[in-house]
């Protein structure tokens, strides 16, 4: 083998790395994920075409109409269909909420969140299949119904918040999922600073409070 030839290899191997650094990844929807500000730290990650990241909203906000509808009804209907809208730990989570609230309260009083939302999807990862959800929350309350008598109890207000949540996709099912509150932010906080990675600041989110 020539000296030239040898040299050649080393050159072809990394052209080769190159295009397959460059190459986008495949999901199992078929839509590729690319990558946004490659190299630059605190900035870069993967992101999906516009079809993905509405469908995930669209997914979400299901999951949103289909919670307060299911909790209205009854707490048994909530918990069977809790699997076509969670996943992972937020299935989880949801289950174990529900549960001990109809231990200690009962089966009579559900409180149902009601606001206003602007959501922002962002921060895949390369396999395509998880992604974080922005939802910016305003005119929050939280409004307790009689599962008797389907009145309004109370209301309250609390204001406004910012939540973070991890989205999953199931392939089986087709859809994404619920798969946890990964932050809860300042209300304020500019979302194009943001870094491409949730920091896990306590286990515990903080209660939002608010006043009748």
């Known amino acids: 083998m020539s ?22 990844s ?21 992101m999906a075409s516009p079809t993905v990241v509405q469908q995930v909203t669209t997914d979400y906000r299901a999951a949103l ?31 174990r909420i529900v549960l001990t609230h109809v231990r200690r309260s009962g089966t009579r009083l559900v409180g149902v ?17 998880t ?21 309004r109890v109370t209301v309250q207000s609390l204001g406004s918040a910012l ?6 996709y199931d392939p089986a099912a087709k859809r994404w999922k619920i798969a946890g509150r990964a932050q809860q932010l300042p209300v304020g906080c500019n979302l194009t600073h943001m870094p491409s990675a949730a920091i896990q600041l306590t286990d515990q989110l903080p209660v939002a409070t608010g006043h009748d």
């Open 3 to 24: 000296p030239s030839a040898i040299f050649l290899i080393p050159i072809a191997i990394l052209i080769g790395a190159l295009l397959i650094r460059r190459q986008p």
């Open 26 to 46: 495949r999901v199992p929807y078929h839509e590729p994920v690319y990558r946004l500000h490659p190299g630059v730290a605190h900035k870069a990650e993967w």
């Open 65 to 95: 109409t289909w919670a307060t509808e299911a909790l209205v009804t009854d707490y048994a209907r909530y918990l069977h269909e809790l699997p076509q809208y969670y996943s992972g730990e937020g299935l989880s989570a949801q289950s």
């Open 113 to 129: 969140l009601e606001a206003e939302h602007i959501i922002e999807v962002r921060r895949f990862s390369s396999s395509g299949l």
């Open 131 to 151: 992604c974080d959800l922005f939802d910016r929350q305003s005119a929050q309350r939280m409004i307790t119904i009689d599962l008797w008598t389907k009145h």
């Open 163 to 168: 939540y973070v949540y991890r989205m999953q």
